[in-house]
């Protein structure tokens, strides 16, 4: 499998956690438990290098977001609720590349 197709299959799957929890559908600790486990998969594929899509970029964004701020945070900050939504739909929907979106990947 390829980083490219590692985030082709996993964007999805963060955008319908993302808009589940944002909806109170789900609880933060599901999207954390989410979070490591990608993480861990993501360790087996040894990537180099950047990002390389827009996709990429807004997964990690994503990523980060839900990993540096509690729940409180994401729910209550509009900016960062905002921010959380427009990564979403473009993760399950394409689109514009949201602003303010730095996905970087995770060192491995």
Same mark, same amino acid.
């Given at each position: 499998m390829t980083p490219t197709d590692f985030i082709d299959s996993k964007a999805p799957q963060l955008a319908q956690y993302g808009t589940a929890f944002l909806s109170d559908q789900l609880d933060y600790r599901e999207i954390q438990l989410y979070l490591w486990d990608t993480l861990e998969e993501w360790q087996q594929l040894s990537p180099q290098g950047e990002a390389q899509t827009d996709t990429e970029k807004v !997964?990690?964004? #994503?990523?980060?977001? !839900?990993?540096?701020?509690?729940?409180? *945070? #994401?729910?209550?900050? #509009? !900016? #960062?609720?905002?921010? %959380?939504?427009?990564?979403?739909? !473009?993760?399950?929907?394409?689109?514009? %590349?949201?602003?303010?979106?730095?996905? *970087?990947?995770?060192?491995?």
């Open positions: !997964f990690w964004h #994503l990523m980060h977001c !839900f990993d540096r701020w509690p729940d409180w *945070v #994401l729910r209550g900050n #509009l !900016f #960062l609720r905002k921010q %959380l939504q427009d990564c979403c739909e !473009f993760l399950s929907l394409g689109g514009e %590349l949201p602003g303010g979106c730095i996905g *970087v990947r995770p060192a491995t």
